[in-house]
C-alpha cells in the first residue's frame, strides 16, 4: 500500500478538525462548504445520500431540527486514519468516529461509534470531499 506524505496527511488532519468543529458548532454552510461542488454525503442508514453542497446543507438543516428543542451538544471524534491515494488521483480515507453526546446535568454518552469512508481531492492548497459515507457499528449485520 502506497502512503501519502506526511504534509498531506497533517493537510488533511487539520482538515477535519476544522470540519468537524464547524458540524458541531452547527456552522452547517460552513461543514457543507468542504465538500465539492457535486460532493456525495451519506450519514444516515436507510436513507438517500444528499448530493451537492446545496443538498449537503439542506439535508444538515433538516436532520438537526430535531435537536431545536434537545439542549444535547455532540463531539464528532475521528481517529485511526488511514490515507490510500488512488489511481484517479483522489485519496481513499478510512476514520474510525465515535460520536460523544453531552446534556446539561447529565453524563456524556457515546454514540454511535462509526467507520467514516471519504474521497478527498487535494491540490497544492485545498483539500474537500468528494464523497462520505458512514457506516454505524451497531447496524451490521452480525454485530
Not at 27 to 44: L, N, P, S
Amino acid at each position: 500500500m502506497q502512503a501519502v506524505d506526511e504534509r498531506l496527511h497533517s493537510r488533511v488532519i487539520q482538515f477535519y478538525a476544522r470540519q468537524m468543529q464547524a458540524l458541531d458548532n452547527g456552522r452547517f454552510e460552513e461543514y457543507a462548504g468542504t465538500f465539492t461542488e457535486d460532493g456525495v454525503f451519506q450519514h444516515t442508514p436507510g436513507t438517500e445520500p444528499a448530493r451537492t453542497r446545496a443538498g449537503i446543507l439542506a439535508e444538515l438543516l433538516e436532520f438537526n431540527k430535531k435537536y431545536e428543542n434537545d439542549p444535547v451538544q455532540r463531539r464528532h471524534y475521528f481517529s485511526q486514519v488511514l490515507l490510500e491515494p488512488q489511481a484517479d488521483g483522489t485519496i481513499r480515507s478510512t476514520v474510525y468516529a465515535l460520536i460523544v453526546r453531552t446534556r446539561p446535568g447529565s453524563r456524556p454518552e457515546m454514540w454511535p461509534s462509526c467507520v467514516v469512508n471519504d474521497v478527498i481531492v487535494a491540490d497544492g492548497t485545498t483539500v474537500l470531499l468528494k464523497s462520505r459515507h458512514v457506516d454505524y457499528d451497531d447496524l451490521r449485520p452480525g454485530v
